[in-house]
C-alpha cells in the first residue's frame, strides 16, 4: 500500500520533509486562485530533490536567476518560465510573491535585477546561491512593510537550502508579500492542458510517518512541517477553501503533532538504547518510558551488571589460562639483541657477575646488543575476541514479577542489549516460568534489538522453575558454537531452589564447559544459592 508514497517520501530517495509541499501543492493547484506576476515580483520553482530555484520577474515573460556558468561559477541570466523550471520537480509549477489581492512587486526591483543581468561570480549552494541573488535585488526596493501576525516561521529547514526562508521573510518586508500563490504560466503562454496534480492521500501519509524512526534527525524534519503546515493555514485562512483541503491539512498536522508529542515523552528512553523506536511501535509496547528510562539511567545496580557482561566479561578461553603477571602475559617467540633489561637471558647475568667482564656487559648494554627474550603479544582483535562473548539471559516471567521487579529487568536486558550490539556479540533471551514453560529470542550481532521490548510483553504469570532455564541455556552453549564462550544470566525476583542432582548435573558442566551463572535479584538482597557464581541484587 505504501509503495507508490515511499517512492516520494522515502529518505533515502528524496527526503521526506517533501510531504508538506505535496500537499501544499494539490490544495494551491485545485483550490487556489492563479496569478500573474508583476515588474519585481520573487518567484520560484521546487527543483529536484526538493531544492527551490528562485529570481525577480521582469516582464515580457522574462525571470532573471542566477545559473550555474561554470565550475564554481554564477552567471546571472535572463530565463523564460519553461526553463527556469527546466528541473522542476512540483510539475513546473512557479510560486509568485502575493497579498491578498494578488501579486506584488516592485518596479526598482526589476530594474536592479534587469542591471546583474551578465554578472559573474563565484556560485555557492547556500552563500551565494539563486536565493541570496533574490534577496539582493529586493533590497532595491525603499519599502519596509510590518506585520502583526499571530504565526511567524521560525527556525524551520523547510528545504536543503536555507536561505529561502530568508527570502521569503525579506519578500514579505520589502513587497509586503503574505501569500505565495501559483503562476498558470502554461496555460497562459502555450494553451496546454494543465498537468493533473493527484490529491495526497492521508491515510498513507499518516502511516508512512508513524513507521518512521524517532531519532533527532527526523523529529526535527516532522517539526519542521509542523510548523511549515501552521504557517501555510494561516495564510490561506481568509482564502474560500473548502473543507475536503482544510480536512487534509489538519489531518496532516495533527498526525505530527502526535508523534511530536510521543517523541517528547520517550525522548530520555530512545537516547539511552540508541535507537529511534517510530510512533507505532511505541504506542504498541505501552510502555511506561519514563520510569524504564529512569531506572536505566539512575539504577546504579543496573549500570554495574551492565558493565560487569559488558567491559569485565571472562570469556571461556581467558578462564582456562593459567594465572600469570602483567608482564608475562606475551608469548616467547625467540632470542634477539636488545637493551631489555627484564627479558635479559641467565647467560649475559654472568657477564654482570664477574668482575672482568662487568664492563663488557655495559658495553652491550649501551650498544643494544644483549641476548634478551623476543616476545609477540596478541593482536589488538585477539585480544578483544578472548575477552567478548555472547550472553544468555534467563528472565523470570512469574506473578510475583509484576511492577517494579519487571521493570528493572527490562531496564537491565535493554542496557545490556545496547552494550553487546556495539560490541558485536549475541544474545540470547529465554523467557521462564513453571517447569517447562520457555520462550526463547535469539538476537545476533549487530541486529537491531527492537525486538526485545515486543518479546518482553510475553509472560506466563505462573510459578517459578530455574531448572528449565538453566538446562536450555547449557545445551545453547553446547549445540551451538556462536555460544561456546558464552555465560548465562538469572533474572529474577527471589531465589528458587533447585534440586541436589541438578546442582551436580551444573557443577559438572560449568567445569567441562567454563561458563558461569550471574544471577540478579529484582529485589531485596537476598542470601546466596547453591549454583551462582555471583548474586547481584538490583
Known amino acids: 500500500m505504501l509503495n507508490k508514497f515511499k517512492n516520494l517520501a522515502n529518505p533515502k530517495i528524496i527526503p521526506f520533509k517533501l510531504v508538506i509541499k505535496g500537499i501544499k501543492s494539490w490544495i494551491d493547484n485545485k483550490y487556489r486562485e492563479k496569478v500573474v506576476p508583476i515588474e519585481g515580483s520573487v518567484l520560484y520553482s521546487d527543483l529536484l530533490g526538493g531544492v527551490e530555484h528562485s529570481g525577480i520577474y521582469i516582464g515580457d515573460n522574462q525571470i532573471s536567476n542566477i545559473k550555474s556558468g561554470g565550475i564554481a561559477e554564477g552567471v546571472v541570466k535572463k530565463s523564460s518560465p519553461r526553463n527556469f523550471t527546466k528541473r522542476s520537480l512540483m510539475h513546473k509549477k512557479i510560486y509568485v510573491s502575493c497579498d491578498k489581492n494578488g501579486a506584488v512587486g516592485d518596479r526598482e526591483v526589476s530594474q536592479g535585477a534587469k542591471d546583474h543581468i551578465g554578472d559573474r561570480s563565484f556560485y555557492g549552494l547556500v552563500f551565494n546561491n539563486c536565493h541570496s541573488f533574490s534577496s539582493k535585488c529586493l533590497d532595491y526596493s525603499k519599502q519596509n512593510y510590518t506585520f502583526n501576525s499571530t504565526f511567524e516561521l521560525r527556525d524551520i529547514d523547510e528545504t536543503w537550502e536555507p536561505t529561502v526562508k530568508l527570502l521569503k521573510q525579506k519578500a514579505k518586508k520589502k513587497l509586503g508579500a503574505t501569500k505565495w500563490k501559483l503562476w498558470d504560466w502554461k496555460n497562459q503562454s502555450e494553451s496546454s492542458s494543465e498537468q493533473k496534480v493527484s490529491k495526497p492521500n492521508l491515510a498513507e501519509i499518516k502511516e508512512f510517518f508513524k513507521q518512521i524512526p524517532l531519532n533527532p534527525e527526523n523529529i526535527k524534519v516532522i517539526q519542521s512541517q509542523l510548523e511549515e503546515s501552521k504557517a501555510y493555514k494561516e495564510e490561506i485562512v481568509d482564502e474560500n477553501i473548502p473543507s475536503e483541503a482544510i480536512n487534509l491539512i489538519n489531518g496532516f498536522s495533527e498526525t505530527l503533532k502526535k508523534i511530536d508529542n510521543k517523541y517528547q515523552e520517550t525522548k530520555e528512553f530512545i537516547n539511552l538504547v540508541g535507537r529511534g523506536y517510530s510512533y507505532k511501535e511505541l504506542v504498541e509496547l505501552d510502555q511506561d518510558f519514563a520510569s524504564l528510562a529512569k531506572e536505566m539511567k539512575e539504577n546504579r545496580k543496573v549500570l554495574e551488571v551492565v558493565e560487569k557482561l559488558g567491559r569485565n566479561y571472562i570469556s571461556e578461553t581467558e578462564k582456562k589460562q593459567p594465572k600469570i603477571n602483567k608482564r608475562g602475559k606475551s608469548e616467547v617467540f625467540g632470542l634477539h639483541r636488545s637493551n631489555d633489561l627484564v627479558r635479559l637471558l641467565p647467560s649475559e647475568l654472568v657477564n654482570f657477575e664477574d668482575e672482568e667482564l662487568e664492563y663488557l656487559f655495559y658495553s652491550k648494554f649501551l650498544e643494544h646488543t644483549l641476548l634478551t627474550y623476543e616476545l609477540v603479544s596478541k593482536t589488538r582483535e585477539e585480544k578483544e575476541e578472548l575477552k567478548k562473548g555472547p550472553v544468555i539471559a534467563c528472565l523470570d516471567t512469574s506473578g510475583s514479577m509484576s511492577g517494579l521487579p519487571i521493570l528493572k529487568a527490562k531496564a537491565l536486558l535493554l542496557s545490556i542489549s ?50 528449565t532455564p538453566l538446562k536450555r541455556g547449557v545445551k545453547i552453549i553446547e549445540d551451538q558454537e556462536e555460544y561456546n564462550k558464552a555465560d548465562i544470566l538469572m533474572i529474577t525476583d527471589g531465589l528458587c531452589k533447585v534440586t541436589d542432582d541438578f546442582t551436580k548435573y551444573l557443577s559438572k558442566k560449568k567445569l567441562r564447559v567454563g561458563f558461569n551463572v550471574y544471577t540478579v535479584i529484582c529485589a531485596t538482597e537476598l542470601d546466596g544459592d547453591d549454583f551462582s557464581d555471583e548474586i547481584i541484587s538490583i
Request: aromatic residues 10%.
Open 418 to 467: 545496547e552494550i553487546l550490539e556495539e560490541e558485536n556479540r549475541s544474545l540470547y533471551i529465554l523467557l521462564f516460568g513453571s517447569a517447562g514453560e520457555i520462550k526463547e529470542l535469539h538476537i545476533k550481532k549487530k541486529e537491531q534489538s527492537a525486538k526485545i521490548l515486543h518479546f518482553l510483553k510475553q509472560g506466563f504469570g505462573g510459578g517459578t522453575d530455574f531448572e
